[in-house]
């Protein structure tokens, strides 16, 4: 096969005409090619008066020898890269303790899923509920105001991805190409084929519940064990001849689970086993954070900033974002986790902390475009000395979490304010245009109340900046609510190259919370890449 890239088109060129310009590519008549298919397909928008779709195809050819010897010297003509997945080791015949998985968001679940393919027939420990149950209870914090710390959009079959856009795409480095087996396990649940091949591919909320639910089915049918209601709550950790191994858990139950090799799936949330691990040795350091509000605009203002003309295209649908300012106070300011057509949601994990994420159906189609409007820190921004706890940035993001709850008016409200008011440093008392979707409601506000004064400092000057880039993004009457904090892990658990702990022999720390990934994708590769490394370790092999 031949891998032919940029393919550029008008947005709406007919279906013969990509036929016809791979054969102009490759210079060769319609009887020389066999058959294509679409690797990738994007929209290049920077110039939104001639938007155009840019493909990445593979084609089988006639000679194709000749043909890659002709294009030898193109950068975008070469063969097609083998990207077929390669298996972990497979289990040996008997002699190992099974492998618990403790955590089931992306990573937890592809870790289990590469385990139980290679028959080593894991045991996952999740301390939520399967996702319909937990689906309900979300659903009962957003609209009744009851929360369960054990259920909610932070922990249970699904991770917190599971009330998100469904964004599986990443800038993450993947030379092994396991991003392909993710989505074709995607698809293989009950997403949608295009996720194969367009650029920027999402699934939203609803699907991925039934393809969450088809996965565990699929663990389970190949010999694996899924437990719900199994938080763990210790570690036993031996030391022997001079070496640190995990030997087993401690359920909240009683129960005990003996295993050699443990897969550390944490959400970037479950800070209670952060605390439980640290206190068992396992060894920490802080990571950078960031802290901000989600914003909203009306979703039809951000499609014409981006696409004009074309706005409201089948084929690019809502329009996205990426935005980044470095403000004058050493800070960098930027969009994260942009939800097009989508809402905000509760996402607290605690009682009395506040925290808000966003959500989108696969449709995108509700009123409102939302963003994480958020601001870097480092661990220097910790309360007390990070040296002598690592895990001081929990401390950060709790302490924020609070004042928003209390600026909310202690209800669940969330603290929300208009941009104009923001700007003028006024507290809002209505709310107009962008009417704010976040449930159960929003106390209009001062956001300076639950932010860094230098996080709101530098927010005030990247909104003109922001605005000049997307004509309406400053506008007064665009609304923002608080607070975000959960862009990622206020920690890492350190690995070695063989994605062991690099103070505890067995344990394999994996996944957002590990502070090795961020987002669906990243998370359920590194899920895969650590299976890999924890199969290679039993099997006796190398990594």
């Not at 969450?212 to 938080?231: D, S, T």
């Not at 600026?407 to 709310?431: C, E, H, Y």
């Not at 639950?450 to 665009?478: N, Q």
Request: net charge neutral; glycine share 10%.
């Amino acid at each position: 096969m031949i891998r032919v890239e940029e393919i550029r088109l008008p947005l709406d060129h007919d279906a013969p005409a990509l036929k016809a310009a791979l054969l102009a590519r490759l210079s060769v008549e319609a009887g020389d090619l066999l058959s294509f298919t679409v690797f990738k397909r994007a929209a290049d928008s920077r110039n939104r008066n001639d938007i155009r779709l840019v493909y990445i195809v593979d084609a089988a050819v006639k000679d194709e020898a000749a043909i890659l010897k002709r294009f030898a010297g193109d950068p975008h003509i070469g063969e097609t890269p083998d990207m077929r997945f390669k298996p972990a080791a497979t289990a040996p015949a008997g002699g190992f303790k099974r492998p618990l998985v403790i955590g089931f968001g992306p990573c937890g679940l592809f870790a289990a899923l590469i385990l139980a393919e290679a028959g080593y027939r894991p045991i996952v420990l999740e301390r939520g509920k399967a996702v319909r149950e937990r689906t309900v209870d979300t659903f009962k914090f957003w609209r009744q105001r009851v929360l369960d710390p054990a259920s909610n959009v932070q922990f249970g079959e699904g991770g917190a991805g599971t009330f998100s856009d469904g964004k599986l795409y990443s800038q993450i480095r993947d030379p092994d190409h396991l991003g392909r087996k993710v989505l074709a396990e995607f698809v293989a649940a009950g997403a949608p084929e295009e996720i194969l091949y367009v650029a920027r591919p999402h699934i939203g909320t609803f699907r991925l519940v039934s393809m969450v639910e088809n996965m565990r089915a699929r663990i389970e049918a190949l010999g694996g064990e899924i437990r719900f209601g199994a938080r763990v709550t210790d570690a036993i950790i031996a030391e022997k001849a001079g070496a640190r191994r995990i030997e087993g858990v401690v359920l909240e139950s009683g129960e005990t689970i003996e295993a050699s090799h443990v897969v550390m799936a944490l959400g970037h949330s479950a800070r209670d086993t952060f605390e439980m691990l640290q206190r068992r040795g396992v060894f920490f350091e802080p990571k950078p954070l960031s802290i901000g509000v989600r914003i909203e605009h009306p979703q039809s203002i951000i499609d014409r900033a981006r696409y004009g003309r074309f706005a409201g295209n089948k084929i690019l649908g809502a329009a996205d974002y990426r935005l980044s300012h470095q403000a004058k106070n050493g800070r960098t300011v930027y969009s994260f986790c942009m939800c097009p057509g989508g809402t905000v949601v509760a996402a607290a994990s605690e009682e009395g902390r506040l925290v808000t994420n966003g959500m989108s159906q696969y449709s995108r189609k509700e009123r409102n475009a939302n963003s994480g409007l958020v601001v870097s820190l480092t661990p220097d921004d910790f309360p007390g000395e990070v040296s002598e706890n690592p895990l001081a940035g929990i401390a950060f993001q709790r302490h924020w979490e609070e004042k928003a709850y209390a600026a909310g008016g202690s209800t669940w409200r969330a603290p929300a304010q208009l941009v104009g008011d923001f700007l003028k440093n006024i507290p809002s008392t209505d709310l107009r245009t962008a009417e704010p979707s976040y449930r159960p409601g929003v106390t209009p506000t001062d956001l300076s109340l639950c932010l860094p004064d230098w996080a709101v400092e530098a927010i005030r000057e990247a909104l003109p900046v922001f605005g000049k880039k997307i004509k309406g993004y400053d506008m007064d009457d665009a609304v923002m609510t608080g607070v975000e904090t959960r862009t990622s892990s206020p920690v890492r658990m350190t690995r070695r190259a063989d994605h062991q702990s690099r103070s505890v022999d067995g344990l394999f720390p994996a996944g957002e919370g590990a502070g090795y990934a961020g987002g669906i994708y990243s998370a359920a590769i590194d899920g895969i890449r650590t299976a890999k490394a924890l199969a290679a370790t039993i099997a006796g092999g190398s990594v």
